[in-house]
């Protein structure tokens, strides 16, 4: 491992850019020797030399992150999702890697990971991140609903931006979903 990650470093150095298998030998490394800052970077690194990776690799580094165990499920699609539970359990900033590279990798996030990632910001308070996920469920043509607005709603009242929250409120009762369950109890 010394010597692969001496290498790396020059190479990081000399601002050369590696191969797609060279990356993935490192993240695997990273990953096999429970180093996920290292890890990560090497994946960042890796799409930024324009490489794209696989969405194993992408879960394979927020697994390690996460202390998880496996984090995919497959669809009916027979594509690959990330699984509900996983995202969870996931802190913010690896749920922000998550979407991102999700994003990068197939253009959007599916509906059920949107809604998920939504109750996670809300719950922590993550404004951020919680607009992030609704701009994506608009961008890829997701109609809200009304667990969506409940979410953003919480999110927003959880970090006590009375503004934005009575904007997501007076926008859910314009789109004919009823606000009563948002003020009443925890929709999730």
């Known amino acids: 491992m010394l010597y692969a990650d001496r290498e790396y470093r020059k190479l990081k ?13 490192l993240v695997n490394m990273y990953n096999a020797n429970s180093k996920p800052q290292e890890s990560t ?3 960042q690194d890796m799409i ?3 490489f794209q990776p696989n969405l194993w690799l992408i879960m394979s580094v927020l697994t390690v992150r996460s ?11 027979q594509s690959l999702a990330p699984s509900q539970v996983a995202i969870e359990r996931m802190d913010t900033e690896s749920l922000r890697l998550l979407t991102q590279w999700c994003v990068d990798l ?10 998920t990632i939504l109750n996670v910001a ?12 609704w701009t994506l ?5 997701y109609l809200a609903t ?33 606000p009563v369950r948002v003020l009443t109890g925890h929709p999730w």
């Not at 809300?122 to 996920?133: H, P, S, V, Y």
């Open 13 to 25: 150095q000399e601002k050369l850019t590696g191969t797609v298998a060279m990356y993935t030998a």
């Open 41 to 43: 970077a090497v994946l």
């Open 48 to 50: 930024k030399a324009d």
């Open 67 to 77: 202390g998880l165990g496996s984090i995919l499920k497959c669809t009916s699609a």
């Open 106 to 115: 197939n253009g959007k996030l599916d509906r059920g990971s949107c809604q």
């Open 122 to 133: 809300a719950r922590k308070g993550d404004t951020r991140l919680a607009t992030r996920i």
């Open 137 to 141: 469920m608009e961008n890829a043509g």
């Open 146 to 178: 009304p667990s969506a607005y409940a979410a953003i709603v919480h999110a927003f009242g959880t970090k006590k931006d009375d503004l934005s929250m009575f904007g997501a409120l007076l926008e859910m009762e314009q789109r004919g979903h009823t």
